[in-house]
């Protein structure tokens, strides 16, 4: 042999691959032409390459240790280290500087992890002020029965690849100016997996999954608002190959209510009152979502006033209790009164001394906090 190529790599003849691996890194670190330069470490950095090639590769160790040299154009001389001549895994060349982890090796598996699926489900508002039951049509990937995910007809299954071997990737060699340069892409036959399905399942069509509806039941808590995103895990798209499913997640999407506006856990609504009911107060009618209640209205109740319903909102979704229900009073001035209203309407503002009122002036808009004062100070 004119190359010994175990001394060039510093490794005894029954070195493991793990032990051939690591000396061809260390070395490959510190004769890297970007770390040194000079020519002579250029040379030294073919060999380690050559030398690994030849040992890192079953086949051609073998052929090595019978006496031959397959590097050389024969395949079985003992041959030199001439410009061009050796080649080198580039691949190799990376694992040596960034390790492993810098680029998947070997066949990929054909099972895969599922994708997740989002479904939006319409609740009213009392589903999500107390929670409820829902069951759910879904349409997602599931397994394959006829082939169980494999994506091989009954009776038939995946079968190496001939181009690749099984490996997954095929070797392509290139010149640079350090030589040949061996790359490595997916099989092109394969797709990278390794294996070839030569029947495909013709129920999946070798995907290992097809499309089908199912019912879901969904438990949708107390509390939930308008986003909310409640996760089942598991029970979305199962993957390819018969891998497993992805998550569905329900998106809530609450309906519009036809007297309670929802603001976070609290409910607001107006009630409109007539002005005598407003001055002499009252009791109106409210079908909360508990039930009938009377709003109780107290005499001299002013426009824009708020009445609190406590405990009638929204079920708080963390913690327990629940928020309250605020009504709004909206005062009604009459637009047009028959003479014996107007008459007595006169009579009133007579014996109230208003019938030439002075009217109370303030800067600007009187806003909330300032009507909240008002009430409190029975105003």
């Known amino acids: 042999m004119a190359t010994d190529y175990y001394a060039v790599l510093g490794v005894r003849r029954d070195a493991g691959q793990d032990e051939i691996k690591k000396a061809f890194r260390r070395l490959a670190r510190e004769l890297h032409p970007d770390v040194n330069p000079d020519p002579k470490t250029q040379e030294r950095f073919k060999e380690i390459n050559a030398a690994y090639e030849v040992l890192s590769d079953p086949a051609k160790r073998q052929v090595y240790d019978l006496g031959g040299d397959p590097l050389s154009p024969n395949g079985g001389g003992a041959g030199g280290f001439g410009a061009g001549a050796a080649g080198f895994g580039f691949s190799d060349i990376m694992d040596a500087f960034f390790g492993a982890a810098s680029g998947q090796r070997g066949p990929r598996s054909r099972t895969r992890r599922g994708q997740d699926a989002m479904i939006r489900l319409e609740i009213t508002l009392e589903e999500a002020a107390f929670g409820t039951t829902k069951e759910l049509q879904v349409d997602t990937a599931v397994t394959c029965t006829t082939c169980s995910g494999e994506g091989a007809a009954p009776g038939t299954s995946a079968q190496t690849c001939d181009m690749c071997r099984g490996k997954g990737e095929v070797s392509q060699v290139t010149r640079s100016f350090l030589g040949q340069v061996m790359t490595s892409r997916p099989c092109p036959q394969c797709q990278g997996f390794g294996t070839v399905v030569p029947t495909p399942c013709p129920e999946c069509a070798g995907d290992g999954r097809v499309r089908a509806r199912r019912t879901l039941t969904v438990k949708i808590p107390a509390g939930v608002d308008n986003g909310t995103r409640i996760q089942l895990a598991g029970e979305g798209e199962v993957g390819p190959g018969g891998g497993p499913a992805g998550d569905l997640y329900v998106e809530i999407a609450e309906t ?123 105003r």
Do not use: W, Y
């Not at 009122?357 to 409190?376: M, N």
């Open 256 to 378: 519009a209510h036809p007297t309670f506006q929802r603001r976070g856990d609290d409910l607001h609504c107006t009630v409109t009152i007539p002005m005598t009911a407003a001055s002499l107060g009252t009791q109106v009618p409210l079908q909360t979502l508990d039930g009938l209640e009377e709003v109780d209205i107290r005499p001299g109740t002013q426009s824009g006033q708020s009445i609190p319903l406590h405990g009638r909102g929204i079920t708080h979704l963390r913690g327990g209790g629940r928020g309250d229900l605020i009504v709004h009073v909206e005062v009604q001035t009459p637009t047009k009164l028959d003479p014996e209203q107007e008459e007595l309407l006169r009579r009133l503002a007579l014996l109230r001394g208003e019938e030439r009122p002075s009217g109370t002036f303030a800067p600007g808009q009187q806003g909330l906090f300032s009507r909240l004062k008002d009430a409190f100070n029975g």
